[in-house]
């Protein structure tokens, strides 16, 4: 049986999702740090609770979000996290596989690149989702936030978060070409998260940076900021998705999508070639 | 159209390398490290040949060149017919290779045996059905069956290694390139992986290229070693080949029923110059001496025993082991 010969197909797909498959029973297998990061949630949303208390509202209602500011912060929290636990497990798990020498295995394979990353990069999607519905459900069912919950809403949403991550799937394989070079360090998604977190509205509305000129003009850059704009005007303000101003924010992202995956995944491939030429595939 | 890859390559050698070079470029002012220097040597189909060396000698690096993970800078590979730079991905669909130095690290510790297997049978493109009768029987070819539901954090070293055996022959590889498979385990388990790796090569009839730094198990083995030193290929052939040419034709080995001791008086009446090793069992010393001339010595010491009151057992001409041969050759 050993050595009889079987049929060898060529599967992206079935590779992909070994490496979802994978990784994912990897990840609940670590029940206890599943427990203490759901039990996390409900705290971290009662910050932003009474942290809304102080925030004026006309401020609020100026930059066209309503004036609940737990609803808006709550996107903003919620699907920051989403975004960036899919984006940073990416070069976590990278960097683990390369210190471990499972990554050495993977590449002596005949594992196609792109299927090994978008395979991991759904793992991060999985958690990332999880928690996402988790927070959302705290504030909506504790606090009692004033979301738009019909079908529609929530549908058209759950596009352009899908289409936010994609966009930033990019710059989480940016993350990992420079993780398979530098093998610790983290500075590309240091350096977006920390811009992303500060300059994207994520706990408060750009409007406020107008007084400040060149923070404004960074925060109008990052993908993160129209992926937020556009689901906090889709569930906070009862937007469509034939809202021109939610189309923008589409069109915007679809843009990022187009220019960063060639980008990411080319500079993923320079990576592997150039620790195959300094023989550093693994960091044991 | 059926799928060809499937079938081995059926030239002379399962592995040739032609004049191979790798340099590792310093970095911060390091100098550069020249790992191999235009290294050339073959593997034939069936054999099981060891790559020997010091630590840095360029084992490593000649192994992950061969299984695609490293790019050299001058010179050919080729396995099972196939150019490691030019068809890598076809490379890597023949071959198994396993990382001894990782100490069984390089599995998924949270998964267990089965899923491990699983995994890689993705990405091999294993079809299920396939995958899951190769599977169950690499499990009970490598003696795992008892552990196969159990995560891997609870295995001993030993059976990380069986495991990793049973990963690197899922595809059914072509050929297997083994770094370092019993480093770290214990006698026990170092005689279970020998037991598996002699197993795999003859009953299953794939060409071994394995590098290790225990002679006892290169000379149990292979048939065939490659010494490298410095990045150079400095000798090349069967263990009893290496050491019966090093043998500088200077010295005996006797055994005598007698304590080492009491056969200084050869030494004392010049019928040796050295007593080089002596070892004693309890009833009998082995003895290896260094003589001025082997002819001499063998027609004066056997009659010089007797009249002495020593009972000879055997003399022989003695070879050094390939221990001795090695740190001969490498100092040299």
Known sequence: ?284 | MPDTSMQPWQGDNAIEVQKLTKVYSGKRGRPDVLALDKVSFHVGWGEFVALLGENGAGKTTAIKILCTLVLPDDGEARVAGHDVVKHADTVRSKIGWMHGETGGRALYWRLNAWDNLKFFAYLQNIPRDDASRRIKALITYFDIEEYAGKLVKDYSTGMKVRLMLARTFLSNPDVLLLDEPTIGLDTSAAYETRRLLKMVNEELDRPILFTSHNMFEVEKLCKRLILIHKGRVIAEGPPSRLTSELSKGDTVELKVASTPDALEILVQEGLVRELLKTEFDGEASTVIAAVRDLRQAFSDIPGFLVQHGFRLISIKIAEPSLEEAFIRLTRE
Do not use: C
């Open chain 1, 1 to 284: 049986m050993i050595r009889s010969p079987y049929r060898k197909s060529r599967s992206w797909f079935r590779q992909a999702w070994g490496v979802f498959w994978a990784n994912s029973k990897v990840l609940f297998s670590y029940r206890t740090w599943m427990v203490t990061e759901l039990m996390g949630m409900p705290v971290s949303v009662a910050i932003y609770f009474f942290t809304g208390m102080l925030v004026s509202k006309p401020s609020l209602a100026q930059a066209g979000y309503g004036t609940d500011y737990l609803s808006f912060a709550l996107i903003g929290v919620s699907m920051t996290n989403f975004v960036w636990v899919t984006i940073v497990r990416l070069s976590h798990i990278i960097q683990h596989e390369i210190e471990d020498g499972t990554l050495e295995v993977v590449l002596s394979s005949p594992t196609r690149m792109s299927a090994y990353l978008v395979g991991q990069s759904f793992r991060g999607l999985l958690l990332g989702g999880i928690f996402f519905v988790a927070s959302m459900l705290v504030g909506t069912t504790i606090f009692e936030t004033s979301l738009r919950t019909d079908i529609f809403s929530l549908l058209s949403a759950a596009a352009l978060i899908l289409f936010t991550l994609f966009a930033n799937l990019g710059i989480g394989v940016l993350a990992a070409a420079v993780i398979l070079v530098y093998k610790k360090g983290d500075p590309v998604v240091f350096i977006v998260s920390a811009l992303t977190e500060f300059l994207s509205g994520v706990v408060y509305p750009l409007n406020l940076l107008e007084g400040f000129p060149v923070l404004h003009q960074i925060s109008l850059v990052l993908p993160y900021t129209y992926g937020l704009d556009g689901v906090r005007r889709l569930l906070l303000k009862g937007a469509t998705l034939q809202t021109s101003m939610v189309v923008f924010d589409f069109l915007v992202l679809l843009l990022y999508v187009i220019l960063l995956y060639p980008t990411a995944f080319y500079a993923f491939r320079l990576s592997f070639d150039r620790i195959r030429r300094e023989g550093t595939t693994a960091s044991y």
